[in-house]
């Protein structure tokens, strides 16, 4: 058995585990403000640049997935799919394209606006949460504390998204994001944020289902489309709550 496999896998789970015994109060707290929103006819957005867009996109059109949550994404840096690579990472340093991205959203005030950056320095991040919270949206944001209390802003204000959040989950990546070391290599290996991250934006799902069902409202939810039926079902819903989707 490959010791270092083992060894991911249990650092991992030992995150997991403090995002569910630490994180509980901060998850409770962003259900509720989403479901709030629900709840008062508002709009649910997230957002996040290249790595950090991943967990969002894991919520997003798939079965069992709550279908109110609608992406932000930022062309360039939405995914890893343009060339070449490094392209990406220059984008998300840049001042003033946060804003492009926000005046071409649909979000208003009044929203809910997820944001997903590991170190929480960058150009785009910050800018968002700022614009987004003076235009009155309610900001989660999904960081990791420990690693953007370690770095400076590359924000002309010298901001860090998580200072504009009105919530903070924290997934618990370290510093530099990688977990394994070995007298071997010059620097640690294997990332960790892409699980943590997604693991407590889904833990967030589930809380603000949990909300909602607790409030008489039945949330709108995909069922899986090769089950029988289910394209059916899924496209009634999506008619019904068409005003509040904008990824279709």
């Given at each position: 058995m490959s010791k270092f496999s083992t060894k991911y896998l249990n650092t991992t789970i030992e995150l997991l585990s403090r995002i569910r015994d630490?994180?509980?109060?901060?998850?409770?707290?962003?259900?509720?403000?989403?479901?709030?929103?629900?709840?008062?006819?508002?709009?649910?957005?997230?957002?996040?640049?290249?790595?950090?867009?991943?967990?969002i996109q894991d919520l997003v059109y798939r079965a069992g997935g709550f279908m109110l949550i609608n992406p932000i994404y930022g062309p360039g840096i939405t995914a890893l799919d343009i060339k070449p690579t490094t392209i990406s990472s220059a984008m998300e340093q840049m001042p003033g394209y946060a804003k492009v991205i926000l005046d071409n959203s649909p979000a208003k005030a009044g929203d809910v606006l997820i944001l997903v950056s590991v170190s929480g320095r960058n150009a785009v991040p910050v800018e968002l949460a700022q614009l987004a919270k003076e235009r009155g949206l309610k900001i989660i944001g999904v960081t990791s504390k420990e690693y953007s209390q370690a770095v400076s802003s590359r924000h002309p204000s010298g901001k860090k998204m998580h200072d504009f959040a009105d919530i903070i989950l924290d997934n618990k990546a370290p510093k530099g994001d990688a977990v394994l070391e070995d007298k071997g290599m010059l620097q640690r290996f294997n990332p960790v944020s892409g699980v943590t991250s997604t693991a407590i934006l889904q833990a967030l799902v589930a809380a603000t289902i949990e909300d909602l069902l607790q409030r008489g409202f039945t949330p709108p939810v995909f069922l899986a489309a090769n089950v029988d039926g289910g394209a059916e079902y899924n496209d009634r819903l999506i008619k019904q709550y068409r005003e509040r989707i904008f990824y279709i």
């Open positions: 630490e994180e509980q109060e901060a998850l409770d707290q962003a259900a509720k403000t989403m479901a709030d929103a629900i709840e008062q006819g508002h709009c649910l957005f997230a957002f996040g640049c290249t790595h950090s867009s991943l967990p």
